[in-house]
């Protein structure tokens, strides 16, 4: 697989509320996944309760980028709820993180990224932390191999939706709730995962969520012969970007109130 960072040459020139969204490549037999990310100039959060509370970050290469919207084979565009908006501040640099796996027919790709801006600031800033085990690791023939993570929230928020993400090896995909009271609730259950389908699960009402609250994650996965999708299993694998590594990420997406306004 090939990876290619492609950089957008303006800055963004004024603070942007997105309300809907999409990436979307012109030929998807060839792009296993691409990756829309923005880096703010330094000052764009004068101050931490600002970072906290309007928008929270994922570092992928602790150079400041901002994981921002992902194309998976089978996922929608993101639209917002009225009222709820993604915030890219004044002076952004954005840049699309492409994932390229050739099948051995010539081709070319051009990758879109298209947004609605919202006409006003929102009541409400949506915000997405992308939770990850890098640690993967799948001895060769195992059929059930279990990994697990988890991230707490800091602050108040609603839980809008969920976005996993596996590779060929993928077996199964679960998601609980831990709550401050003790209690938990199971949110998310694939029981039969599907590199060709990977949607956003958007809740029917957002799930809301205390500061305290841990977003639990529980992946499976099958590298035996058993997996008709294994393209090796007397290998072992091991956490990567291409096809035949394997990845465990949820992308968990909330809401709060804007503290902008």
């Not at 199971?186 to 039969?192: F, G, M, N, Q, R």
């Amino acid at each position: 697989m090939d990876l290619t960072k492609f950089f957008i040459e303006e800055t963004v020139p004024e603070d942007l509320w997105v309300e809907r969204m999409q990436v979307l490549p012109s030929d998807p037999t060839v792009v296993h996944h691409a990756t829309a990310m923005f880096k703010p100039p330094a000052d764009a959060y004068p101050t931490e309760e600002r970072i906290l509370n309007t928008l929270v970050p994922w570092n992928q290469s602790r150079e400041g980028w901002q994981f921002l919207l992902a194309y998976l084979p089978g996922k929608d565009p993101r639209v917002f709820a009225e009222g709820v908006a993604r915030f890219i501040p004044k002076g952004s640099v954005i840049r699309i993180e492409m994932h390229y796996t050739p099948n051995g027919v010539a081709t070319q790709d051009r990758t879109a990224i298209g947004m609605v801006l919202a006409d006003e600031p929102p009541r409400f800033a949506a915000r997405t932390r992308m939770i990850r085990n890098p640690t993967v690791f799948l001895p060769a023939g195992e059929p059930d191999v279990p990994f697990y993570t988890s991230y707490t929230m800091v602050a108040p928020s609603y839980l809008r939706s969920l976005t996993p993400h596996m590779h060929l090896r993928g077996k199964s995909f679960d998601v609980t709730l831990a709550h401050s009271d003790g209690t938990e609730e199971h949110v998310l259950e694939i029981e039969e995962w599907d590199p060709d389908w990977q949607f956003t699960y958007t809740f029917r009402e957002p799930r809301y969520l205390e500061a305290g609250t841990r977003i639990q994650v529980k992946a499976t996965f099958d590298n035996s012969w058993e997996n008709p999708n294994n393209p090796d299993a007397d290998v072992d694998v091991i956490d990567g970007p291409q096809i035949w590594d394997e990845m465990m990420v949820l992308v968990a997406e909330w809401v709060a109130p804007n503290r902008q306004l």
